[in-house]
């Protein structure tokens, strides 16, 4: 039998930094570890408070709250034992306070050992309302980093009934190595600051951590507590408890939600104050109470809603942009739109069916939204300069950077570090850059995810309390919000197109600056004649580069186009191909050889399947060949070029009864002008067609038609067009289709290749559905 011993692990004195201080990114964090703890204690006030002078012995941190307090078992008991806490329980749904029933927002049991990352000395001060004594404990960090067990390391601590001695009894001081600190005993002592210390916890940081000190020492300059790093901290903390409820409300009144989700028994609030000494005037000491940015009740375009269980969002858009066109719409995006793989790289030519399988069960529960957007036009900014009272708009922008960011919170308090500064956690500036129309950047947006437990748990924070694991729910988590701000984008570029905001519109994105018209303005300025030499050199080296440019562009946009053609070909070829390979070793071999006649007739058949197949072939390679190669100008009949199209799309009609009706007066018509521009041209518009009809219950039918002088139409019975995008469409980026990987780049080609060859496009709306009309422009 083998011999077996038991052993144990045994923790060093360094445990304990390393699940505390080095644990800690930010000191921000480890603030907020202390605030929420305050929240779970049923506290209705909690006071933070950072005392900076140059003398390490005269600055400290404080944090007070009026909750429960701790009991003389508790801090001497659970307390001390790290790792565990008296929050956790199985049913997650009652980890809830004692008076409040807040859901707590703590439950590793290490978040105590947060503060250590803000000072050296650590001196904690709690007592419930029915004793008489104040608990206590002062630790020096820098007693655990020896190489020590745990158990050897101790430390002062026990109960007093006047808690200021602590910091005034010399002898006490001098144990541990502190100094009289004058201005942290005045404020303790102030009873207008702390008029009442029955219960709660006090926590004193003193010989302030590095970490700290140069946050503070970089912002001494700042006019405002507002502009601090810590009090922003504290706003991205607490606004979503300020928010929970107004949202709930909202999401009621709109019918989105049956009933308001309670983070506590609704009889409680929970106030927030900061102050610094830095900033107060006449060294009076002030606090401001912590509340949620004045730019909440100002913005430009609104989402808000609720992400159901299954991943679907049902929710409200809200436009106030532009006074005279307010709009409040619904907002409804399926589950299957938002965790489609857009990574694929491809147009789909079907509907999304399915959930991808590694997106199912990721346990991300339903949660709520709210997202606020801003334009940066001037004008916006101007307003902005109004309402923040700011002094120009580079400051107005300054004081927005401040607040703007997309947030998460749990439970009524926010997740760091999303939102904050410089963190694009969804990579929305690289959108930006990818899709700048379309896309919406991060300095543009103050939003809040509203979480839950235990709904929301399958989102895992981690013990370091800085953000979320990337586990499967996470992941989806951002592809939900993602979709949210997509289809929000889509919405935003089409206003601000139909009201030309931002960029000027002309008439056509190939349509240049009026160059000559610059050079007489500066002859008539100027008789510089170098000036002159170098305007005119300008302008030629810049319209050279336009030149490339377009050429660059026209060709990208074939291919562009060339790809959807390409894919469905591809897919076309599979059972040709497969025809003929299967086959014609057979026929080689046999049908000379086998006098049987049934045999020879089964061969025969293979031939003239392979026949078939060859036949095929052919008509597909012909469908491509307007795209292929260089396209000269010359005489072509549009009406073939159109079916070679459609036979491009035949399964697809077939497969959903789309109808392909094409009028007599098409037939010998003749131009002359580049067939690959109108291959193109038909291909994008006959694409879009089958998308939009696959949908449809009615009879779906495309039409071909001529109309007098040099125009052609292409119309189906598809859903009509909204009349604002009629024009829009047209533009870079703007898309109706609910893809993820839709590209709304195919009629804007479409419109750019057109005009390289004298031809304009544009869509109207007939009774059955939208109509696209090709005519040449007069010369």
Known sequence: MVEVTKHKFISGAMSIIQMGEEQIGHPSTAINELVKNAYDADADKCWVYTQYDIDKNKNFILIKDNGLGMSNDILFGNWLITSRSTKRDEDRDKRRSLIYERRFLGSKGIGRLAAMALGRYLTIITKQKDENLYNWLRIDREVFKVESLLDDITFSGGQIDDFLELFSDSELLKEDNLYRNGNLINILSNKDLFPDFSEGTLIILQDVDNSIKTIIEEETNLKDLEETSIYKGLVDLVTPLKLNEKIQKELVKEQIITDELKISNGSDTFELFYGINFLNEEDKINFIEVVPSKLIDYYDYRVFGKVTENSSVVGKYICKRVDADNRNEDLHISSEYLLSDEDLNKRSTIEFEDIPTKYREANVGEFYFDIRIYDLDDDSKDKMVEILKANGRREAIQIMGRYLGLKVSKNGFGVKPYGEEEQDWLGLGAQRVKKHIVSIGPNQILGYTFLYSPQNDGLSEKTNREGFFENKAFIVFKKIISGILEETGQRRAKYRLKHNLGRSRVSSKLERPDTEKFIQYILSKSNDQDLILKTKAFV??????????????????????????????????????????????????????????????????????????????????????????????????????????????????????????????????EIRSQEYVFWISFLNIINNANYWLRGMENRKIIIFEYEDPNKFVISNTGPKIPEEDLDLIFEYGITGKKERNATGLGLSFTRNMLLTCGYKIWAENREYGPAFYIQKELD
């Open 540 to 669: 030629q080296d810049t319209s050279t580069a336009l030149d490339n440019m377009e050429s660059t562009l026209s060709f990208s946009q074939r291919l562009a186009s060339i790809g959807t053609g390409v894919e469905l070909i591809y897919h076309e070829l599979s059972q040709p191909i497969s025809a003929l390979g299967a086959n014609t070793i057979s026929l080689n071999i046999n049908i000379n050889k086998i006098p049987d006649e049934n045999l020879k007739k089964i061969l025969q058949d293979r031939v003239n399947n392979i026949g078939t197949s060859v036949n095929l072939l052919e008509t597909l390679r012909e469908s491509l060949k307007p795209a292929i190669g260089k396209s000269l100008p010359k005489k072509f009949q549009p009406i073939e070029t159109f079916k070679k199209v459609c036979y491009l799309f035949e399964h697809s009609f077939l497969d959903n009864d789309i109808i392909i009706e094409i009028k007599k007066n098409t037939e010998g018509i």
